[in-house]
């Protein structure tokens, strides 16, 4: 399983021209509709917290709720993202690549409309209890962490950082959506103390995920 965000243009081309009969289901007006209408559900969320906060319906802690969903839509998009090439190997559907850009994207943004909660409404740009924070909360630590390594999964998405820094070393740094969905799940977990269900499905799920990727990578090891 390919650890990115997004698949180069030049790469999903030569998946196509081995595999075209795959793609037949789905040519490109279908996927520029698909890209669309999956673009608009990824925004749901984000205008169902905005009219909630216009109606004044986050509850009695308006800001530890913005913070819960952001941070959750963050941590499932991540997920969301990683299971592309999986299902793609699984059901052939090499169309799904054309997604992974844009959903990775999606968690980068929610991730950023986490931190930016906690940064302007929670902390208000008080740079020393923030920083405070960073060291004294192992949560926050962790969770710091992993947006910060999304910086550059972020930055580096798209097709002209590919040819610039080469595709080798645009692949190695994209294996860090691993490290990072991992601190996502810890982030969270270390966060809610009591009641752990969400976490823990995450959790569940994220080494499903991993399971797979071991499994692939063990498989490719054996034919070579």
């Known amino acids: 399983m390919q650890s990115k965000l997004l698949i180069p243009d030049c790469d999903l081309n030569k998946l196509c021209s081995t595999e075209k009969g795959n793609m037949k289901a789905l040519n490109n007006k279908a996927i520029a509709w698909l890209k669309i209408s999956v673009f ?26 913005i913070t819960h969903l952001t941070g959750y839509w963050t941590l499932s998009f991540l997920l969301i993202t990683l299971t592309i090439t999986p299902l793609r190997r699984l059901t052939g559907w090499l ?7 844009m959903l990775g994207l999606f968690a980068f943004f929610y991730g950023c409309l986490h931190f930016s909660t906690y940064l302007v409404l929670d902390q208000f740009f008080d740079w020393n209890n923030i920083l405070k924070d960073i060291i004294k909360r192992p949560y926050i630590t962790v969770g710091f962490a992993a947006f910060v390594l999304l910086i550059p999964l972020a930055v580096t998405s798209n ?66």
């Open 40 to 65: 608009l559900l990824a925004l749901i969320p984000f205008f169902k917290l905005g009219i909630a906060g216009y109606l004044d319906n986050l509850g009695a802690n308006p800001i530890e709720k």
């Open 95 to 101: 169309w799904l690549m054309r997604l992974r850009r």
């Open 159 to 224: 097709n002209r950082i590919i040819k610039l820094i080469g595709g080798k070393q645009w692949r190695l740094l994209h294996r860090a959506i691993y490290p990072i969905a991992i601190g996502g799940v810890i982030h969270y977990w270390w966060l809610v103390k009591k009641d752990i269900t969400q976490p823990l499905i995450f959790a569940l799920l994220l080494s499903i995920l991993l399971a797979v990727r071991l499994f692939y990578g063990w498989r490719g090891f054996v034919k070579q």
